[in-house]
T-cell receptor
């Protein structure tokens, strides 16, 4: 069955510390991979995406993610977190074909300590 | 400005009273979708549409209807709302790209629905 897991429900980091949010998926062939961010009271915004090619993808706001096929993972990283990064982060996968669905993970809530 | 708009943003209603949440996008996107967001469950897809007059069920379609008569609009209809439909709803749109697959999704601001 197709699924996306984000093992960490909630993470707290200090401002300036590094960050890694984990995402694992089960989807058969390599799908499109996305990370979205949801600030409080807002809709979701794309941080970055992977379709093919270089497995290290750069996104907005200083985020990057690395696709590891052998681990079926697409972890999100940032070297130095800012207080404004506090938000909910969603990993999403799909679609494999035109009519496949995009599947979202349950989300990881990030808190940043000043 | 490229955007997805939803109305209303907040709605409190009672069980059984039909309601419609509108969604409109100005990016000429073929693909549109409705999601509901519940704590601990992430986003679950309700319905999606690949183009005008083409709609299909997502993961949680029970109790909802949609229509796609125009490319820009994709309303979500609850014919007889029930308390378990209390949730935060998002509309999204995307282009299909050369591969015919949904690309980056652009999300509306959300509609918080409470059914008493």
């Amino acid at each position: 069955a197709q699924s996306v897991t984000q093992p960490d429900i909630h993470i707290t980091v200090s401002e300036g510390a590094s960050l890694e949010l984990r995402c694992n998926y089960s989807y058969g062939a390599t799908p499109y991979l996305f990370w979205y961010v949801q600030s409080p009271g807002q809709g979701l915004q794309l941080l970055l995406k992977y379709f093919s090619g270089d497995t290290l993808v750069q996104g907005i706001k200083g985020f990057e993610a690395e696709f590891k096929r052998s681990q079926s993972s697409f972890n999100l990283r940032k070297p130095s977190v800012h207080w404004s990064d506090a938000a909910e982060y969603f990993c999403a996968v799909g679609p494999k074909t035109s009519y496949d669905k995009v599947i979202f993970g349950p989300g990881t809530s990030l808190s940043v300590i000043p | 400005e490229a955007q997805v708009t939803q109305n209303p943003r907040y709605l409190i209603t009672v069980t059984g009273k039909k309601l419609t949440v509108t969604c409109s996008q100005n990016m000429n996107h073929e693909y549109m979708s409705w999601y509901r967001q519940d704590p601990g469950l992430g986003l679950r897809q309700i319905y999606y549409s690949m183009n005008v007059e083409v709609t299909d069920k997502g993961d949680v379609p029970e109790g909802y209807k949609v229509s796609r008569k125009e490319k820009r609009n994709f309303p979500l209809i609850l014919e007889s709302p029930s308390p378990n439909q209390t949730s935060l709803y998002f509309c999204a749109s995307s282009s299909l790209g050369t591969s015919g697959r949904s690309d980056t999704q652009y999300f509306g601001p959300g509609t918080r629905l409470t059914v008493l």
